[in-house]
């Protein structure tokens, strides 16, 4: 056995602002049994397209060879779509690494992070991990208060990165356009705004905006995708940031020249052409989002409106614990800074009628 340790006090320590941050809670692997529900990450459970699975397998007998350098088919691809210059396009190991490659360029001691409270994970813990001091702004019935964020900084006299996920994680919750808008105009010039739309495919039609329409006016704008959501490919590691090419040359710098795998890569080609499996996906999560939300609104549950994969609910009455007894795994908001509350992912609308009884008879025995 190797020592364990030479003991409290000595030994290589990490800097102050990395020791200060809260470590990320994973959500639950649920039991291997047949019955088991994974709800707890927000994943896709219908799966990938069969054509992405395909192309990843297609690569591999050369992965003897680095993938390619900066990703260049997949941000030609991407930047037909999304009418933007390739050099307007960052590729990350999911969202997740674009918003660690933005933090590390744009922040550090002395500069802020303003973000809503509660805030996901990765903007807190990427901020937090740069140096930066950050303000968490209270949301407004679980909504982003986007005049008090865009005034905290102002009030913070030196540059740094607003964030805004839209829709929200945890909550589900979108913000309106005409009031992003007027966040991107009261912003200081130096800033960075990052408006992450992990779960954009999923918000209605009524309601559903880009911030992409925006970047033209607004330089400091950066705006973040992923294939881990509604294209099925959280376990590939993939995801965006699209910007002007002035913001996104300097992260360029410190992104790992390899950072996506090549079959990552084709798969995230072929899953943009399979939009039939994007359309099913839309739809079938939507379908379960009405019957999940009626039913809870049904049995008098507390949840926020949510336009994403998931929905936030007030615990009462144990029936988180009930569904953990029934080998479903949801996300306790405890972990999201969301005490008192508890995420749960979107299943198949075929499973949605047993989590509704989970739920209904935990509530019944409550009762009773
Ligand atoms: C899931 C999620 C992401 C995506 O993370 P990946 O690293 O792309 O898997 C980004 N932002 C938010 C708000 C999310 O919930």
Known sequence: MRAAGA???????PRAAVAAIDPYVPGAVPPAVERALKLASNENPFGPSPL??????????????????????????????LRVAP???????????????????YLEPGRHAVMAD??????????????AAVTLVPCADGVHDLPA???????????????????????????????????????????????DEAYVEFVEPAQRFTALDLLDRHPGLVVTRTFSKAYGLAGM???????????????????????????????????????AHLA???????????????????LGLRFLPTQANF??????????????????????GANLGVPGWTRISLPRPEDVERLVEVIAWALEVARS
């Not at 805004?164 to 992003?180: E, K």
């Open 52 to 81: 992405a699975v395909a192309a990843a397998r297609a690569v591999l007998e050369g992965v003897n060879r680095y993938p390619e350098a900066g990703a260049p088919t997949l941000r030609a691809k991407l930047a037909a779509r």
């Open 311 to 332: 929905v936030l609910v007030e615990d009462r009455d144990g029936w988180p614990a009930a569904l953990a007894a029934d080998a479903i795994a949801v996300r306790p």
């Open 7 to 13: 003991g409290e006090g000595s030994g290589p320590k």
């Open 149 to 195: 964020m865009a005034a905290a900084a102002r009030a913070a006299g030196a540059p740094g990165v607003v964030y805004v996920a839209n829709p929200h994680n945890p909550t589900g919750t979108v913000v309106a356009a005409d009031g992003l808008a007027a966040l991107l105009d009261g912003m200081p010039p130096d800033w960075l705004v990052v408006v």
């Open 237 to 275: 590691r993939v995801g965006y940031a699209v910007a002007s090419s002035e913001v996104l040359e300097p992260v360029g710098r410190i992104r790992p020249p390899f950072n996506v795998s090549t079959p990552t890569l084709a798969a995230a080609a072929a899953a943009l052409d399979d939009e």
């Open 87 to 105: 050099d307007q396009i960052l590729v990350g190991a999911g969202s997740d690494e674009t918003l660690h490659l933005l933090a590390n360029a």
């Open 118 to 131: 509660p805030a996901y994970g990765i903007h807190r813990i990427s901020a937090r991990a740069a140096g």
């Open 280 to 298: 099913r996906t839309v739809r079938d999560t939507l379908a379960s989002r009405d019957a999940l939300c009626a039913a809870l609104a049904r």
